[in-house]
């Protein structure tokens, strides 16, 4: 009779009803959640927290969608998972096509929570894993030659994204954003009007079991089936994106140690050999490893005494915590957001952005094996604290809050 008296009132007074009982739909029924990320890259920090957050939210009282263009062909069928065709040819024609159509195939669901992972006008919940594009143009521009400047400025690319990212901040449909650090939510606060109770801190998560210690006569056994010296002290550094990674002032640190130090570079790099280059013209290339892509990062970092991490912009930086449960002290620069989880002297460093010199500063404080397994032991500590259930409880608990303000 119910179903009845809803179809025989107005299309205006249905519309009033619904939105009378929307608000209690949470519930009767499972909370309805769509997540929208563009591209599934399977070694990106992004795509890793979103797998992890996909794992943990099974036990939730929530129906998973997947909004994207790409996503594993072994994707859990747990979700759904709705495909976009990729279209245009530029970065630019690109981006804004899969914002277009993200936002059309959003209009035919009804979704109660649409968290995106995109820039995109229109979400009600932002995680701003990407940072925030106007402040990394800022610094990019600081060490940039004014052609550099004047081309950045043209780039249409940068154009198309600062506005969406300022249209979505600013819009009043985002009800919330997951900020992954303090320093992306400063950043936010700096560049957008937007009140500090729409931003939310959630620390990434990590199973601390996937990346074990190796210490003492374990950690010279695991070197030697690496094929790496046992008497050295060995930095890793693991990202792609060289460039914005830091990695020309890892180098640069390196040449600037004695001999027993050596840095093994892990991860993709389209310019690969500018770098190879600046390691032989420093002397170097018999201490920098380049090692490409691998799939036993977390035996390399085992097999290593620090973790160096020297980025010009990283919102977060989840190799950081991967190292920490390794059991490595850390050195990361003041434009990492994971320096939330570094206390200088005691589980790593922080060095100064752009200078080698800084990083050779904090390598200085950790030259004896003592000192560095010091450092590993108290990381390995910090970062069984962040697990993926408390990551996946605070996602959890915001999403309750953002239907009770539906």
């Known amino acids: 009779m119910a179903v009845v008296a809803v179809k025989s009132v107005s299309a205006w007074h249905q519309s009033v009803l619904i939105r009378f009982i929307k608000p209690f739909r949470s519930n009767l029924l499972m909370t309805k959640l769509a997540i929208v990320r563009q591209q599934y890259r399977p070694d990106g920090g992004a795509e890793k927290i979103i797998a992890r957050s ?23 069928s ?13 970065r630019t024609a690109k981006v804004r096509n899969f914002t277009k159509n993200a936002q059309q195939r959003l209009t035919t669901q009804d979704f109660d929570i649409v968290q995106s992972h995109e820039r995109l006008p229109g979400c009600n919940l932002y995680r701003a ?10 610094i ?10 004047c081309w950045q400025k043209m780039d249409s690319f940068h154009r198309y994204i600062l506005a969406t990212e300022r249209q979505m901040f600013e819009s009043n449909e985002l009800q919330k954003v997951i900020c992954i650090s303090n320093m992306v939510k400063q950043d936010i606060l700096t560049h957008f009007t937007i009140t ?16 074990t210690p190796a210490w003492g006569e374990e950690q010279r056994q695991l070197r030697q089936e690496l094929g790496l010296p046992q008497d050295k002290r060995i930095l890793i550094f693991v990202g792609s994106g060289f460039e914005r990674k830091g990695v020309k002032e890892a180098i640069q640190a390196v040449a600037k140690t004695n001999e027993d130090t050596l840095l093994l570079v892990v991860g993709k790099e389209k310019k690969i050999k500018f770098y190879q280059a600046l390691a032989e013209q420093l002397g170097v290339n018999e201490r920098v490893y380049f090692m490409g892509v691998r799939t036993d990062v977390a035996k390399l970092m085992a097999a290593s005494d620090l973790l160096l991490h020297p980025a010009h912009y990283e ?9 920490m449960a390794a059991g490595l002290g850390v050195i990361v620069s003041d434009f990492v957001g994971a320096k939330d989880l570094v206390e200088p002297n005691q589980n790593g460093f922080i060095c100064e952005a752009f200078s080698a010199d800084s990083i050779v500063d904090s390598l200085a404080k950790c030259e004896t094996q003592s000192q560095l397994q010091q450092l590993g032991h108290n990381a390995r500590h910090t970062a069984q604290q962040f697990t993926i259930e408390r990551m996946v409880n605070d996602m959890t608990a915001l999403y309750s809050t953002l239907m009770k303000e539906r």
């Open 196 to 211: 500090e109770d729409k931003l939310v801190t959630i620390y990434n998560g990590i199973n601390s079991n996937q990346f």
């Open 140 to 149: 990019k521009n600081r060490h940039a030659t004014p052609l550099q400047k």
């Open 129 to 138: 894993g990407d940072g925030v594009h106007a402040q990394w143009l800022n």
């Open 78 to 90: 747990h979700y759904q998972i709705h495909q976009i065709d990729k279209a245009g040819l530029t």
């Open 315 to 323: 919102p977060f930086g989840n190799v950081v915590l991967e190292a």
């Open 54 to 76: 996909l794992d943990g939210l099974k036990s939730a009282d929530l129906d998973v969608s997947v909004i994207t263009q790409a996503w594993p062909k072994n994707a859990d």
